[in-house]
């Protein structure tokens, strides 16, 4: 089975901190996703990463940048936390470059708040 | 521009009733489908998915999916629903392009009453 971890279920930072959350998949896959999810919004694409070194920018990046060194990790990092970015934050994977027909597998999520 | 739609924000369900929880899409293309589902606390699991040949799919838990091209829907169902499918339930389309990956709706939240 593919194993999404993340390195936090639950997170409480001051406003202005920098914030590091790390994913790491365990089945080779080619794509990392960032996702965050809102009440009522459902699921946006904050960044996603098809190859080591390589990011895209998704629906909501402000605020956030990423960093993909190895393959099988993918951190989000909140540069200086802002109250409206607490939230709870997904990570996801999928297997090939361009393949929209992949499953995208989920992490349990990490729940941030920022005080 | 792609987008997914579920118009049930909420919806309450007695158990051992049947369920159908909609989803409606907007793509240019042929789509490629998803229904996760969420657990309180939890991160999403794949129920089922579309993405060429038979337009009934089998998923997990005994839910299905129907693709009606002509309507731009893939509704989600159950013929009998029990205690433990109360979560919420999101549609999504992938679509392979600058900036996206996977579109969801915002999700519907069943509860199931006894």
């Known amino acids: 089975d593919v194993k999404v971890t993340q390195s936090s279920r639950y997170l409480v930072k001051r406003t202005g901190e920098k914030v590091f959350l790390e994913c790491v998949q365990d089945?080779?896959?080619?794509?990392m996703f960032w996702y965050r999810q809102d009440p009522g919004l459902g699921l946006r694409l904050i960044y996603f990463s098809y190859d080591v070194k390589m990011k895209e920018k998704g629906d909501i990046p402000e605020g956030y940048s990423v960093s993909r060194e190895k393959k099988e990790r993918f951190s989000l990092i909140l540069e200086s936390a802002s109250t409206n970015q607490t939230s709870m934050y997904l990570c996801?994977?999928?297997?090939?470059?361009?393949?929209?027909?992949?499953?995208?597998?989920f992490g349990p999520g990490t729940r941030l708040t920022v005080l | 521009a792609q987008s997914v739609t579920q118009p049930d924000i909420h919806i309450t369900v007695s158990e051992g009733a049947s369920l159908e929880l909609r989803c409606n899409y907007s793509?240019?293309?042929?789509?490629?489908l998803f229904w996760y589902v969420q657990s309180p606390g939890q991160g999403l699991q794949l129920l089922l998915k579309y993405f060429s040949g038979d337009t009934l799919v089998q998923g997990i838990k005994g839910f299905e999916a129907e693709f009606k091209r002509s309507q731009s829907s893939f509704n989600l169902r159950k013929p009998s629903v029990h205690w433990s499918d109360a979560a919420e339930y999101f549609c999504?389309?992938?679509?392979?392009?600058?900036?996206?990956?996977?579109?969801f709706g915002k999700g519907t939240t069943l509860s199931v009453s006894s």
């Open positions: 793509y240019g293309a042929t789509p490629y």
């Open positions: 089945m080779d896959h080619e794509n």
């Open positions: 999504a389309v992938g679509a392979w392009q600058a900036g996206t990956a996977l579109i």
């Open positions: 996801a994977s999928s297997l090939r470059q361009g393949a929209a027909s992949d499953t995208q597998y």
